[in-house]
């Protein structure tokens, strides 16, 4: 099977414009995870979707960042406007859901990342 | 708060040696514990994984005992090989969303021959 893909793989852009990142995950996983590791720091969690809806956004650190998934399958990351410190590479990660007769705890399939530069 | 602290690297071996990779954690209850593993051009993997106290997960030839009195994670093989070579992360899972993981900075790992 494919795995979670994401594009682009870089993107370089400067601060006040606009960016768009795309995962598209494991045909037939419900839950869709955003991550993002910037400079220097951890991985860190920032929202998650099952199906079309946004399960946990607790995640995500501002109103610049919207995350859509409209009819469930693949999700953007949109960062308007973008500022320096958005800089890092972003991370997407798919698993499947309960109604797939899977546990709860199935594995998440991690995407290879989009690494994003403002300049 | 949660949070997860691991060995800071970069850590070079040489091909069969001994690999031990520190992990700590910190938690309000009893998180599920993981390692996960980004080779070099790919995504990150689970390596293994531990859901209770004294649980070892294993997998590759890696260990980890999930470790409640001392709160660790310790990664460990007996004999490193050049293919391990990758960014290794220690991974907590403390409830709500399943994805709502708290990483470690990650250790990369260089196996020379």
């Known amino acids: 099977e494919a795995g979670v893909t994401q594009f682009p793989s870089h993107s370089v852009i400067e601060k006040g414009q606009t960016v768009t990142l795309r995962c598209d995950p494991i045909?037939?996983?419900?839950?869709l995870y955003w991550y993002r590791r910037v400079m220097g720091k951890e991985i860190k969690f920032l929202l998650h979707f099952v199906k079309e809806s946004k399960q946990d956004e607790s995640g995500m650190p501002n109103n610049r960042f919207l995350a859509e998934r409209t009819g469930g399958t693949y999700s953007t990351l949109k960062v308007q406007p973008a500022e320096l410190e958005d800089s890092g590479v972003y991370f997407c990660?798919?698993?499947?859901?309960?109604?797939?007769?899977?546990?709860?705890?199935?594995?998440?399939?991690f995407g290879n990342g989009t690494r994003l530069t403002v300049t | 708060g949660n949070s997860v602290t691991q060995m800071e690297g970069p850590v070079t071996l040489s091909e069969e040696a001994f690999l031990t990779i520190n992990c700590t954690y910190t938690a309000t209850g009893y998180p599920s514990l993981f390692w996960y593993v980004q080779y070099p051009g790919e995504g990150l993997q689970l390596l293994l994984k531990?859901?209770?106290?004294?649980d070892k997960g294993s997998n590759k030839g890696f260990e980890a005992t999930y470790r409640k009195e001392t709160t660790s994670f310790h990664l460990e093989k007996g004999s490193v090989q050049v293919s391990d070579s990758a960014v290794y992360f220690c991974v907590m899972n403390y409830g709500g969303s399943q994805g709502n993981l708290i990483f470690g900075k990650g250790t990369k790992l260089s196996v020379k021959p």
């Open positions: 990660a798919s698993s499947q859901g309960r109604s797939q007769g899977r546990s709860y705890n199935s594995p998440l399939h």
């Open positions: 531990a859901t209770k106290a004294d």
């Open positions: 045909s037939g996983h419900d839950n």
